[in-house]
């Protein structure tokens, strides 16, 4: 039984991206999938939890946790939960626009971009983000902790913090030219 359900954790890592609501355009990628037991008078009893990453791979990308007694409806409300969670991500050629460092609570994420033709050099939970945010170059570090909850929400506030050249001169009150050229 518990191979059998290791089996299906692992084909969920790979990158499932089945649409199963709505949004056509928006991508699934299940990380994770957690079985925690709760003892009782009567025996045992299971649940499952889910982190899920969503994103259209064109700049959108949220992440969600969805809790159940059955696999396909914690997916579910994970995906629904990483709906409600959805940002925007600034992306130049394909890569981020400047480095950026993140913690949450033990997990270190360092992502950095990178040159065309690179790819996604990242492991497990932060390999999701970004492929579902729609970064195609990047080099990126997962350090400290490798807890999939905390590493795909601080890969995901490193996302966030990540600030492009026209939102910096805006802030600025500069021109963009002047932003590169000081």
């Known amino acids: 039984m518990e191979q059998r359900q290791q089996r299906q954790q692992r084909k969920g890592r790979e990158n499932q991206q089945q649409s199963r609501t709505g949004d056509p355009d928006l991508k699934e990628r299940l990380v994770g999938i957690n079985r925690v037991a709760k003892t009782t008078k009567g025996g045992r009893t299971f649940s499952f939890s889910s982190i899920m990453v969503v994103g259209d791979e064109k700049g959108r990308v949220g992440h969600g946790l ?5 696999v396909a409806t914690a997916i579910q409300k994970g995906i629904e939960d990483a709906k409600k969670n959805m940002i925007a ?20 994420v360092m992502i950095r971009p990178a040159s065309p033709g690179t790819g996604v050099i990242a492991g497990g939970a932060m390999r999701a983000v970004l492929e579902s945010a729609g970064i195609k170059d990047v080099l990126a570090k997962s350090l400290g902790s490798s807890n999939p909850h905390n590493v795909v929400k601080a890969t995901f506030n490193a996302l966030q913090a990540l600030r492009s050249a026209s939102d910096v001169a805006q802030l600025r009150g500069i021109s963009v030219h002047k932003v590169f050229n000081g």
């Open 89 to 108: 991500v600034p992306l130049v050629k394909g890569t981020i626009p400047h480095a950026q460092e993140m913690k949450f609570a033990g997990a270190h």
């Open 66 to 70: 969805g809790k159940s007694r059955e």
